[in-house]
């Protein structure tokens, strides 16, 4: 049993088009996360949820727009798709809180713009 | 905002020598984690660590955490193959509702 699932694991668009990732896990955990990884292996977060309310929304362009219909789902659709969005996008979970353990991450979506 | 670094980018050892990574950050944490990454694989959580001075062991592992809470450090000892990898350290600060900023990795190449 997967505990933290991204569909789809590859995507390959072209410029200007809509894309969607999915993202459940199974943990029970409270609080969703996207994660932006880029070709130089940088992590940077993009979005927090905490039962299904945003909490964290660092600098990212308002084409990207989570959505989680409940606390085990968290979805993040991409508008107008340009080349620099190219990169791999991880889904994670926790428990609520600080010093209650780690991020269980998903295995990744490789976005490619062409 | 808060800046996490680590040292070196990229080691690369021979099977058997250890290896260490530093995790510097510009502002005192609440606790800090590391995360391994293997090639085209994803992050998965190693330790946690929150008191200030504390070292804690995994096997081969060994862990800091700085007396100020700024640093941290992972030792390797007899380096293998499977210890192959990116090693990412995740810092927390106070009242950041578990917001993790992670650093900017070292990335461990081992041949036999």
């Known amino acids: 049993d997967t505990a933290v699932s991204q569909t789809p694991k590859y995507l390959v668009t072209q410029m200007g088009n809509d894309k969607s990732i999915k993202c459940e896990q199974n943990?029970?955990?409270?609080?969703m996360y996207w994660y932006k990884q880029d070709s130089k292996k940088f992590l940077k977060i993009m979005f927090s949820y905490n039962n299904k309310e945003l909490i964290i929304n660092e600098t990212v362009p308002n084409r990207f727009s989570p959505k989680s219909p409940d606390k085990a789902h968290l979805n993040l659709h991409i508008n107008s798709l340009e080349l620099g969005d190219s990169a791999v996008y991880f889904c994670?979970?926790?428990?609520w809180g600080q010093g209650h353990g780690g991020y269980t991450f998903g295995s990744g979506t490789r976005l490619t713009v062409v | 905002g808060q800046q996490v670094m680590q040292i070196p980018q990229y080691q690369h050892v021979q099977e058997g020598e250890d290896f260490t990574t530093y995790c510097n950050s510009s502002t005192t944490l609440s606790n800090i984690q590391w995360y391994k990454q293997r090639p085209g694989g994803h992050p998965v959580f190693l330790i946690q660590?929150?008191?200030?001075?504390e070292v804690k062991k995994q096997k081969r592992l060994t862990f800091q955490f700085g007396e100020a809470k700024k640093n941290s450090s992972l030792h390797i000892t007899a380096t293998q193959t499977t210890d192959v990898g990116t090693y990412f350290c995740?810092?927390?600060?106070?009242?950041?509702?578990?917001?993790?900023?992670f650093g900017t990795g070292t990335r461990l190449q081992v041949t036999l």
């Open positions: 943990l029970g955990h409270d609080t």
């Open positions: 660590l929150v008191k200030s001075g």
């Open positions: 994670a979970s926790s428990p």
């Open positions: 995740a810092a927390a600060n106070t009242g950041t509702a578990s917001k993790l900023t």
